[in-house]
């Protein structure tokens, strides 16, 4: 299995560990991932809100770069998957085809027939293969959250391989590899990341919830597949403590780094020691 | 609008009005990518607001906020400060039993609002994101922070912004794409339409 790999803005930032810890999971698992040549911005959740065009224009780029390469898109990044994956939703409807490949081509990328599919590697690791039989140090006596938070699973017609309400994917692959998962059942409430900038005070708010059900819930840390849910989460996380004045200590990890840890992957390969909230406890619990 | 009675207990302004749509502004809404015949559609239920991640602080309900839409309500629609409290989760679209996409309809009118000369920290934190993603196809967050909030939210950030710098997150120098001129160009020209 090969597929084309578009890391987007955050991966080769502040989420690190996620693109280091995909692509030695896949390796192991014998998934080739080659690097969308020349990728750009998928545009968030911000750039359609400020101009349809320019929003579905930067989404369809990397679809119609993934087109050239003949492969399906692998996006690990929870947003860059959802908006790849409308804009393949919108290339099928004949006036946002025109409107989408009119700009694309004054870029001199032309947009083909041939649909590709987007693909999460959340989707692939639960629903293409069984991991089971490689795991090698099972996480036994771990206790997880699984947070979905919004674009990963919703809304349905744009990515549809799990539930928009109460998706299972990570919490089945946690258990796969030996975690306790806890039911959290903030699984998809919004963390606000989009509006995290301008409206500071409510996101923290949203976020602070979220961490609150995790601790009261025995938590060991809490699992996710999106970059910006982190930055709430995790980059956040002091900030929050000190305005509520509360102690969390959280560790955030994404699902490719509990899975390599699964696999035996040392935690140093895993890109683990990245963490701005340590990952210590749940490591000192693992005895790694 | 006159006021209607309240029937039976109903909010009054509960029901479905969407033979007084205002063609034109709709006209719009569809252009920025807002679907009309859902529009049109919606029946008025609450699902959207039930579920909807800031409720409580909005304004106008996403239900209402269609109803709107419906009934060409400008001026509320674009002052309503629930634009900007929207967090594009898609709660309200995955629940929605009409396929009316609320979301998506608050996005679309977003993007009027910004042309229609609205004004707030939002619309300049998310005008300022776009340039930048325009100018060289791959965000470089600490320009946008220090383009958004100057010098004070540089300082205010520095504590992270060292620590992400020292585990090799953060480079002083920022990634492009190969031809950011013409990207840029491009990009800049559709907005304008
Ligand atoms: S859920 Fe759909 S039909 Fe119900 S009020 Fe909201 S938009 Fe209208
Ligand atoms: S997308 Fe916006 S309106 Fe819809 S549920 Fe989320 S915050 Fe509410």
Excluded at chain 2, 162 to 175: D, E, R, T
């Amino acid at each position: 299995m090969k597929y084309s790999y578009y890391p987007g803005c955050s991966l080769h930032t502040t989420a690190k560990e996620f693109d280091i810890s995909t692509q030695i999971v896949m390796q192991e698992l014998g998934i080739e991932l080659q690097e969308l040549e020349d990728w750009s911005c998928c545009g968030g959740s911000v750039a359609a809100g400020v101009s349809h065009d320019v929003g579905m224009a930067l989404a369809a780029r990397n679809v119609a770069l993934a087109q050239k390469q003949n492969l399906d898109l692998l996006a690990s990044c929870s947003g860059c998957y959802n908006k790849s994956a409308r804009a393949v939703k919108a290339l099928e409807n004949e006036t946002e085809k025109e409107r989408i490949t009119a700009i694309l081509s004054e870029m001199g990328i032309s947009v083909s027939d041939y649909n590709i599919r987007v693909r999460n590697v959340v989707d692939v690791l639960a629903n293409d293969i069984d991991i089971s039989a490689k795991i090698k140090r099972p996480l036994k006596g771990l206790k997880v959250a699984c947070y979905y938070g919004c674009l990963l699973t919703k809304p349905a017609d744009i990515t549809g391989w799990d539930s928009p309400v109460f998706p299972m994917s990570m919490d089945k692959l946690s258990k796969i590899c030996g975690a306790e998962v806890v039911d959290f059942r903030s699984k998809t409430k919004c963390c606000g990341g989009p509006i995290l900038v301008p409206k500071q005070d409510v996101v923290f708010d949203l976020t602070k919830q979220l961490l609150d059900e995790a601790v009261s819930l025995g938590a060991d840390c809490i699992v996710l597949a999106c970059p910006l849910c982190a930055t709430n989460l995790e980059l956040r996380q002091p900030d929050i403590e000190k305005k509520y004045n509360v102690s969390y200590k959280l560790p955030i990890l994404y699902i490719t780094e509990i899975i390599g840890l699964a696999l035996g992957i040392k935690p140093g390969k895993l890109g683990i020691n990245k963490h701005i909230v340590s990952p210590k406890p749940v490591l000192d619990k693992l005895g790694i | 609008m006159a006021a209607k009675k309240c029937f039976f207990g109903m909010k009054v302004d509960r029901q479905v009005d969407g033979d007084k749509m205002n063609p034109n502004f709709l006209k719009k809404v569809i252009s920025e990518g807002g679907d009309g015949a859902a529009i049109a559609a919606c029946m008025q239920c609450g699902t959207c607001s039930g579920g909807c991640t800031n409720i409580d602080r909005m304004d106008l309900s996403p239900r209402k906020l269609i109803l709107m839409v419906q009934r060409g309500d400008w001026e509320t629609v674009l002052k309503s400060e629930s634009l900007w409290l929207c967090t594009s989760c898609y709660t309200c679209t995955s629940r929605c039993p009409r396929g009316v996409r609320p979301s998506d309809v608050i996005e679309a009118v977003k993007a009027i609002a910004i042309r229609e000369g609205i004004q707030n920290d939002s619309t300049r934190f998310n005008q300022i994101f776009v340039e930048l993603v325009q100018k060289r196809g791959i965000l470089f967050e600490p320009e946008l922070m220090q383009k958004y909030g100057g010098m004070e939210a540089m300082l205010e950030q520095a504590k992270l912004g060292i620590q992400l710098a020292l585990k090799g997150k953060m480079s002083p120098f920022p990634a492009k794409v190969k031809d950011p001129k013409k990207f840029n160009e491009v990009l800049e020209k559709a907005s304008q339409k």
